[in-house]
């Protein structure tokens, strides 16, 4: 199993030499086994990821949505293909209605004003359909399992297992060590890799720096290390990152994390992790 990133950023993207080490663009990951790929998210990064992917048509992809926030559906568009005939997408929309309200939210950021092309012009065969909480998904050689996390409106983690190795997203979701809960746990424990959100620092959180951001829907690093480390985590990637944040800031931040948990790293766009 293969793990690239292609955005790391949260809520919107930056750009600039201060973020140019980490990435600005928001979040997407490619995940591929024994030639199957699965794409985690849209945000910006999928435009990168969709140019990548033209240079060997037909272009076939399982692709999940965490939530519908605009951070993670807003590269859509601008995916090369699903303008293609021979493309062949199924997308889950996350939820019991989230075949219904991912079809919405994309069809909806691509009417005017906001865009000139509807999604109904996408030549690609698009498959929507529905990730229900603790409802294992097959995809070539996946077995997918999503969780719902506490994220305001809402949002849907990911378990992905393959060829003996276990990989977990988890963006956008407001999480400590003391209430993740044992479901939760039971899901991260061991896993080769994971992906946890943390855009805050502790005095950011707790509002010590600028406003308070409790309820806002994110974690801190801190908190994603004490996670990863009670569930014996592998690897920790630290995701999700604040667009205010310098790549220095980013680097500071993953650095005292590693005083929790010593395998903690920022997720950098252009990563390659192989599981």
């Known amino acids: ?30 995940v591929v086994s024994q030639g199957h790929r699965v794409i985690l998210d849209a945000g910006t990064g999928i435009r990168g990821l969709g140019e990548s992917l033209m240079s060997q048509p037909p272009v ?67 498959d929507f359909r529905s990730a229900r909480h603790g409802q294992v998904i097959e995809a070539g050689p996946f077995r997918i399992t999503p969780f719902e996390l506490p994220h305001p409106q809402g949002c849907i983690g990911y378990h992905l297992e393959a060829e003996g190795k276990r990989f977990a997203y988890c963006t956008d979701v407001e999480l400590t060590l003391a209430a993740m809960g044992r479901e939760l746990g039971e899901v991260l424990e061991g896993v080769d890799a994971l992906v946890l959100d943390a855009q805050y620092t502790p005095d950011e959180y707790e509002g010590k720096v600028g406003p308070p951001k409790k309820g806002w829907g994110h974690s801190t690093m801190i908190e994603a290390a004490r996670i990863a480390k009670a569930t014996d985590a592998q690897r920790l990637f630290l995701f999700h990152h604040d667009p205010a944040h310098t790549d220095d800031q980013v680097e500071a931040m993953a650095e005292e994390a590693r005083q929790v948990f010593a395998l903690a790293e920022p997720a950098r766009e252009g990563k390659r992790i192989s599981l």
């Open 60 to 126: 076939k992809a399982t692709m999940l949505f965490s939530h519908l926030h605009w951070d993670h559906v807003q590269g859509f568009p601008f995916f090369t293909p699903a303008w293609a005939p021979t493309s062949e997408l199924v997308l889950y929309g996350p939820g019991a209605e989230g075949e219904q309200q991912l079809r919405s939210v994309l069809s909806k950021q691509m009417e005017p004003p906001n865009f000139p092309v509807p999604l109904s012009a996408m030549r690609a065969k698009l």
């Open 1 to 30: 199993m293969e793990v690239r990133f292609w955005g790391v950023r949260g809520s919107v993207a930056s750009s600039g030499s201060h973020v140019a080490r980490i990435g600005g663009n928001t979040s997407c990951l490619e």
